[in-house]
């Protein structure tokens, strides 16, 4: 009895997890397409060298030191690049 149980235990378990299997394959299957990424244009320099704004020499560990408590500023850029996971499908 207890092998029979067994037995019909692990056909059920066989059965479950085919089942979900080809039911997630179907869900995946039609689920929608993912959006395609944007083109990013190249950029294009649009002013001489000599306009475009100066960046200040990186401060030495002896300047830092030298400054006391003057606080460093880190310039921030806006770039705003989110990766995006697509797929090919089956």
């Known amino acids: 009895m207890q092998k029979l149980s067994k037995t019909i235990m692990h056909l059920w378990i066989s059965a ?6 080809v039911f997630s394959w179907a869900l995946l299957v039609h689920s929608p397409k993912p959006a395609p990424l944007a083109v990013l244009k190249p950029l294009i320099a649009q002013s001489a060298p000599s306009d475009q ?8 560990l002896n300047d830092l ?19 995006r996971l697509r797929t090919r499908g089956s």
């Open 65 to 83: 030191l030298k400054s006391g408590s003057r606080p460093v500023q880190i310039p921030q850029t806006s770039t705003t690049v989110r990766p």
């Open 53 to 60: 704004a100066r960046l200040e020499p990186i401060p030495t």
């Open 16 to 21: 479950v997890s085919l089942g979900a299997f």
